[in-house]
C-alpha cells in the first residue's frame, strides 16, 4: 500500500503510484488513436477497445478512491482536479446506466480533458499555477478586453459585410466566427470582406489583435519571471539553512 501525502486542499497524493495513472492515461490515448484509423486489424481493434473498457474502470475506481482518501472530502469533489476527474467519468457512467449511444458517442470527446490529469502533483504544473495565479487581476482584465474586442468586431463587420454577402454573413454568429479568426491572427480565408469600410474595419482590428498577443506573451513571460525568480530564492536559502545546521551539528559532534 502506497504512502498517502494530502496538499493543503486535502487531496490524497499517491506517491510513485501516481505515475501508474499517468501511464495508463498515455495508454488510453494510445487506444484511442487506434479505434481512429479505419484500416486497423479487427483483432487489433477489438483488443484496444476491450483494454480501454478496463482502463475506464481503473480510472471510476481511481475517482472513487481520491474521494475516500481526501480530507476533507468536499475540498476535493469541488476542486479543478476533483471536477476533471469526475468529468472523465462520466461517459463510463452513461455506458454503466445504459444511457442512448448517441449520448455516449457525444461524450466520449471529454475523454479528452484526461490529458490534463498529467498535471497532477507536477512541479512544472504547478509553476504555470502559481503564474497564473500571480497575474490573475491583470488576466481577467485582459480577458474581459478580449470578449469586448470580440464583441464589437462581430458587430461591426456584421453591419460593413451583411448587405453585401448575405450568404457569407448571415448572422451576429458568422461574424463571431470571423472575429475569432481575426484576432486570434489565424484567418481561415473562409469569410473575407470585400466592402472598403469592411476592409478598414479588419485591418484596424488586425493592428488591434497583434497588439494583444505582444502584451498577452509579455504579461505571461513576465509571470514566470516572477515565478522561477522566487523559486530560486526559496531554493538558496533552503540550501543555506541546510548548510547551516549541518555545520552546527558538525561542530557539536566535535570533543571538547
Avoid at 502506497?2 to 497524493?13: E, H, M, S
Amino acid at each position: 500500500m502506497p504512502q498517502i501525502t494530502r496538499t493543503k486542499l486535502g487531496a490524497a497524493n499517491f506517491g510513485p503510484w501516481e505515475n501508474i495513472v499517468r501511464v495508463l492515461i498515455l495508454v488510453w490515448f494510445m487506444l484511442y488513436t487506434l479505434n481512429a484509423i479505419p484500416d486497423i486489424h479487427p483483432l487489433v481493434g477489438r483488443i484496444a477497445a476491450k483494454v480501454n473498457y478496463w482502463i475506464s474502470y481503473f480510472f471510476m475506481f481511481e475517482y472513487i478512491l481520491r474521494v475516500l482518501c481526501a480530507k476533507p472530502r468536499k475540498a476535493y469533489i469541488f476542486s479543478g482536479m476533483g471536477i476533471l476527474d469526475f468529468i472523465v467519468c462520466v461517459p463510463f457512467l452513461g455506458m454503466f446506466f445504459g444511457a442512448d449511444w448517441q449520448i455516449l458517442y457525444s461524450l466520449r470527446i471529454v475523454r479528452v480533458l484526461a490529458i490534463f490529469k498529467l498535471a497532477r502533483f507536477n512541479e512544472t504544473a504547478a509553476s504555470f499555477k502559481k503564474a497564473f495565479y500571480l497575474i490573475r487581476d491583470e488576466f481577467f482584465l485582459f480577458f474581459s478586453v478580449i470578449l469586448f474586442m470580440l464583441y464589437v468586431t462581430s458587430l461591426g463587420i456584421y453591419i460593413a459585410e451583411h448587405d453585401a454577402q448575405p450568404e457569407k454573413f448571415r448572422s451576429f454568429f458568422d461574424a463571431l466566427w470571423f472575429a475569432v479568426e481575426t484576432l486570434s491572427t489565424v484567418g481561415y480565408g473562409d469569410l473575407v470582406p470585400i466592402t472598403p469600410m469592411g476592409r478598414i474595419f479588419t485591418g484596424v482590428i488586425m493592428f488591434i489583435a497583434v497588439s494583444i498577443i505582444a502584451i498577452s506573451t509579455g504579461l505571461i513571460t513576465s509571470a514566470f519571471s516572477r515565478v522561477w525568480q522566487q523559486e530560486n530564492v526559496f531554493a538558496h536559502r533552503h540550501k543555506r539553512d541546510a548548510d547551516k545546521v549541518a555545520a552546527e551539528a558538525g561542530e557539536e559532534e566535535v570533543p571538547k
